[in-house]
């Protein structure tokens, strides 16, 4: 198993994953990524009109290896 640590990102704000999770699989750790997003997005969201929230994971070098955002925009009244 390797480790991977999920940065989450709101807007510019960053919280860095400082101890990182094990996984078996890439898969498993796109589904993490998602899953992690889905979950922040039920708490935070709508919280005014415009708002950006993601996921960057690294792997144990330090490289990205993936991004997973969602971009919440509120049009009209």
Request: net charge negative; charged share 25%; glycine share 6%.
């Amino acid at each position: 198993m390797a480790l991977y640590f999920f940065d989450f990102y709101d807007d510019d704000v960053a919280q860095l994953d400082t101890e990182g999770t094990e996984l078996s699989s890439f898969d498993a750790v796109k589904h993490q990524a998602v899953r992690a997003l889905v979950d922040v997005i039920r708490e935070v969201l709508p919280d005014g009109p415009h708002r950006e929230l993601s996921f960057k994971v690294r792997d144990e070098a330090g490289r990205q290896l993936m991004q997973v955002v969602m971009t919440f925009h509120l049009q009209g009244a």
